[in-house]
């Protein structure tokens, strides 16, 4: 089974999920590494609770877990980090970064004009054109502006939460902004993300990551984004199927911050 490369655990606020129940969840599936990601998104609050973690608490239990279950599976320590174009929050970012050396850094966009759309409010007054295209240049300004990440984490997210009755985000409605979208991420060497979240509840676009492998995009990750332990690697058989109907062998799991391949079966 392909490994889950995006997972939270109670060192994020919006989850309760002991990382052993993780682990066990991802080596019941078969997976060879499992990704912890928890949150760091600066300024923004799960309730009265900053989006951040203990790095040197969280890295010292990883390490205890890798000697528990290191023969068994791999354990990657890594990170989301929340994006804005705004240089206070990206050197913000940049601070925590040089906490740790982290194994993966995923890079999301959770706020768009101040705002998350998963409180909806984003979407009141707008078309899903109007909606999406605001999403979209938020995605280049973020692609453009921010370094030091590796994956692009569900550029898609806002999707999940839109009022619209088909939400799905389509490469024929918005090619040009799509193209400069994907163009960045290619040239910045990073990868983009599958996330099982997302598509597992908004029908995803096969154009838009086939429109990526036409334009040289390689780097893939799949992500289950599981804030609850038995949502670990979740429909990843159908996804990974999915990629491969897309022309993609492979995906990729960052360690060390260097991808390594994984194959599509």
Known sequence: MLSDTHTHTYFSPDSKSNPVDNILRAIENGQKYIAFTDHFDHGIKCGKTDYNFDTEKRSAEIENLRDIYGKRITILNGIETGQQPFENIRDFNAKKLAEYDFDCVIGSTHVIQGLDPYERVFFEGKTMEAAYTILLETLIANAKFWDNYDTVGHFDYSTRYAPYENRTLRYRDFPDLIDEFLKTVIAKNL???????????????????????????????????????????????????????????????????????????
């Open 191 to 265: 990868a983009l993300e599958f996330n099982t979240k997302t598509a597992g509840r908004v029908e995803p676009d096969p154009d838009i990551w086939v429109r990526y492998r036409e334009l040289g995009g390689e780097l893939i990750t799949i992500g289950s984004d599981a804030h609850r332990p038995e949502l670990v690697g979740d429909q990843f058989d159908r996804f990974g199927g999915f990629l491969k109907s897309c022309g993609f062998k492979y995906t990729f799991v960052f360690s060390g911050r260097k991808p390594v391949a994984e194959k599509i079966d």
